[in-house]
């Protein structure tokens, strides 16, 4: 009987040591405050894929403090993640730069707008390249022996902010006779312009390229202002009219989303974004200040 307890006790105990470590052994956070594992709370957060770098990070350091909160990033492009939620309708929030911001409040998927940075299209070239040592602002983009790469003004707006600049400086129809590479993501210019991955689609390297500033920074690219002179005060966005871009700088955020089942846990993790900690990331990453 005695041996048939003991086994008893040991089962019991081997149940609740599973039960503490978590389902297939995996073992369960643990609050420092107070020693003791803790629930995970699942935020799903859908996030363009230019703001992919700082938001890495931020759920990174937001971790060491937040055991008990497990950050799920899906990256996509700016229109693939409208698409999933949309489709889906689930998730607690989204990090993209406007219209897109300001279309989800207007589809009432999304409930509230948290500006964070801002970024600006700019002209991008390699460092120390001395092909592009006299690219010093938009005319030089004029120059015939450049090899020019831009975003795509019919699917972007920072495509259609360069365009509007290109035509204000005077240069856009020399510089478009170029028939330079078009593409929607800026990730994808500056990797033209670096010479990384494969470049056939451009027909090679690009010598010099006009991207979001933010971008080019994180790709280690030497990034040049276009003018205030050339870039419109206001360009009201093509798609969505009642946002207003002002001198090129267009806001970048978080939009809450209806489907939130964690909203204060949601809401901590905005603080978070938004204290010094926070923005300094978003500094650090090659972001600007939110727009004004």
């Known amino acids: 009987m005695q041996g048939t307890a003991i086994r008893t006790l040991a089962s019991i105990l081997c149940v609740a040591a599973v039960a503490l470590c978590g389902c297939r052994g995996e073992r369960r956070p643990v609050n420092p405050k107070t020693g003791q594992p803790v629930e995970k709370r699942v935020l799903r957060i859908y996030v363009g894929s230019s703001m992919s770098v700082p938001m890495k990070a931020c759920m990174e350091s937001y971790r060491k403090d937040h055991p008990d909160t497990e950050l799920m ?43 964070l940075a801002s970024f600006r299209p700019a002209i991008v070239c390699r460092k120390d390249d001395p092909k592009t040592a006299h690219v010093k602002g938009l005319k030089d983009l004029d ?10 003004a019919s699917k972007t707006v920072s495509g259609g902010l360069v365009q509007a600049a290109l035509k204000n400086a005077g240069i856009q129809q020399s510089v478009m006779d170029r028939k330079p590479y078009q ?14 991955g494969d470049t056939s689609s451009a027909g090679g390297p690009c010598d010099v390229g006009a991207a979001w500033d933010s971008v080019a920074r994180g790709a280690g690219l030497r990034t ?19 946002v207003i871009y002002r001198n090129g700088a267009v806001p970048v955020g978080l939009v809450t989303l209806k489907s939130s089942q964690g909203p204060e846990e949601l809401q901590r993790f905005i603080d978070f974004m938004l204290s010094p900690a926070g923005q300094k990331i978003w500094r650090d990453s090659g972001f600007n200040p939110p727009a004004q």
């Open 73 to 115: 990033l899906d990256f996509g492009d700016s229109g693939d993640a409208l698409a999933r939620i949309r489709e889906w309708g689930a998730g607690e929030a989204l990090v993209l730069h406007e219209p897109y911001l300001t279309q989800m409040i207007n589809e009432g998927i999304g409930k509230e707008i948290v500006t």
């Open 143 to 152: 120059d015939p022996n450049l090899r020019v790469a831009m975003t795509d």
């Open 183 to 196: 593409n929607r993501s800026s990730g994808a210019i500056c990797n033209v312009v670096a010479g990384v």
């Open 224 to 242: 040049v202002p276009i003018e205030d002179e050339y870039m419109p005060q206001t360009y009201p966005d093509p798609e969505t009219p009642a």
